[in-house]
């Protein structure tokens, strides 16, 4: 059975010890963790990236609980959260950590989550760039 153990969508800093211990367990062989962070550039864009802002809609957080339960395999522990608010060049935008009893569960889970929630979380990021231009993305 799968246990998600936390599915946030927050203005708050994240952080990736809170996430590793969310999927302790005495049974888990494997943890496996995602971190996205912002990048200084998008390959789609001229110019320097100097930071992002995110926003949600309000059913965010839970478009995120649903993917964690549909995706996530049984025998696994998740915990998951996305960013929302302005953030510099190597803030934390996306954290995940999953663990199983063997890795290659762990490892087919984290990446079949963020593959999940990067198509389907209704979360929007404005790339601001170093002129002071932007574009959205994901709109």
């Given at each position: ?8 969508v ?7 010890d809170e ?10 062989g ?7 962070q912002?990048?200084?550039h998008?390959p ?16 965010a957080?839970q478009v ?5 339960t ?11 959260s ?6 510099d060049?190597?803030?934390?935008a996306?954290?995940a950590a ?11 889970t ?7 929630v ?7 990021k ?14």
């Open positions: 059975m799968t246990a998600v153990r936390l599915a946030r927050t203005d708050v800093p994240l952080s990736v996430h590793l211990e969310a999927v302790r367990a005495s049974a888990a494997a943890v496996v963790t995602f971190i996205g912002v990048r200084d998008d789609s864009v001229v110019g320097e990236v100097t930071s992002l802002e995110y926003s949600a809609h309000p059913d957080e995120l609980a649903d993917v964690v549909r995706v996530a395999a049984p025998g696994t522990l998740v915990a998951i996305h960013r929302t608010g302005l953030l060049v190597g803030g934390l996306l954290v999953v663990s199983a009893a063997h890795r290659r569960l762990a490892f087919e984290c990446e079949a989550l963020v593959e999940a990067k198509a389907e979380l209704p979360v929007w404005r790339e601001i760039l170093r002129d002071g231009t932007y574009h959205w993305v994901g709109l």
